[in-house]
């Protein structure tokens, strides 16, 4: 793996809410180093069925990825929308897509 690339792993979680009944979260980050790959064509269309636009795909190792749902990358965030092991590499694919607007609402 040519892990060329340092992201920003971001897992989220509800600490509670604020005076108004908006959610509060706190946010766990790690960086990692991973490597872009390009999103195939069969990616791409079953992620547009399921609603999704896939951006980006990263690979990172299996030890380095926790199930955070959210992801860094040149200063823009995205959302992890699935997770693959690829075999018994020891990595995992990581699909990305831009999240649209600021919402509390997971797609």
Known sequence: ?????????????????????????????????AEKKSVRQSEFFQAAAAGFKPEIVLEVYDFEYHNEELCELDGERFKIYRAYPVGKTGRTELYLTAIVGDTDVFA
Do not use: H, P, Q, W
Request: no cysteine; proline share 0%; aromatic share 10%.
């Open 1 to 33: 793996m040519n892990a060329d690339t340092v992201v920003t792993l971001i897992k989220r979680a509800r600490s509670g809410g604020d005076d108004y009944g908006n959610a509060v979260y706190t946010e766990e980050k790690t960086a990692v180093f």
